[in-house]
């Protein structure tokens, strides 16, 4: 499987206060601001008196690779407060409520090879269905963690889909469990191999293979166990890490 594609989408966006179609995303004026994410309704706060409540629309040019159109395409949202409604190339893929919790966008079906229109309107008015709903809360608005763009095939490690424990760990020995989440978006069953290394200063000290059968449109998981002898312990003063590199096909 070709590997998976991960591109923080921060940069060369604009912003302007007010509600604004998304089909105008080719039309910009001086009410737009070039801003960088993250980004706050209120910035600079130092300078504000108030609170702006209301709409606030963001706009960016997505480009995407001619390789990846038939893939799994995907913007991850880390968090924008309070309402989203996200938009590529006009049409409305996902809307999103709540102010604290990420989410993601699949816009695999909505681009195309080149530059695509990305559109996103946010609305901070207060909402008596949402938590916090009063308190010693900033009620602010905007898209104020990063905004990020994977790749991926049908077949895949689904988001935050990789968990890493160390349930025994001495001087003597340390085990290590990998355990994986995987998401099968096609229309057929799949066979997969799913491989982990275990890397000490980029070399292997430690490798598991299993075999996986996982179904159309369904999810799986994968554990995986290591034991390492006289294993290299972190400290301040030796600040030793371990790398698992995993891979599926």
Do not use: K
Not at 14 to 26: I, M, Q
Not at 85 to 109: C, K, M, P, W
Not at 181 to 194: V, Y
Request: hydrophobic share 40%; proline share 6%.
């Amino acid at each position: 499987m070709p590997a998976r594609v991960t591109r923080i989408e921060n940069r060369s966006w604009l912003f302007a206060y007010g509600d604004h179609p998304p089909t105008d995303a080719g039309n910009a004026d001086a009410t737009w601001y070039d801003i960088g994410l993250p980004h706050s309704f209120a910035v600079p706060a130092d300078l504000e008196t108030t609170f702006y409540m209301g709409v606030g629309c963001y706009r960016h040019d997505l480009d995407i690779r001619p390789e990846w159109v038939g893939r799994v395409v995907r913007l991850e949202f880390g968090a924008v407060f309070q309402h989203a409604e996200v938009f590529v190339n006009g049409q409305l893929v996902t809307t999103h409520d709540g102010g604290y919790s990420a989410f993601e966008a699949d816009i695999s079906r909505f681009v195309h090879a080149g530059t695509n229109a990305l559109f996103v309107r946010v609305d901070n008015e207060w909402d008596p269905v949402l938590p916090p709903r009063a308190g010693e809360h900033v009620f602010n608005g905007g898209i104020y963690r990063d905004v990020t763009l994977t790749v991926t095939d049908p077949v895949h490690v689904a988001r935050n889909g990789l968990r890493i424990t160390t349930p025994d760990v001495s001087s003597t020995d340390a085990s290590v469990r990998v355990g994986t989440r995987l998401r099968n978006e096609s229309d057929e069953s799949a066979e997969l191999t799913i491989d982990c290394a275990i890397l000490l200063d980029g070399e292997p000290v430690a490798r598991s293979t299993t075999a996986l059968s996982i179904a159309a449109r369904t999810t799986e998981t994968s554990d995986l166990g290591f034991e390492l002898e006289s294993p290299s312990l972190w400290h301040p003063d030796h600040p030793v890490l371990y790398t698992a590199v995993l891979s599926v096909s």
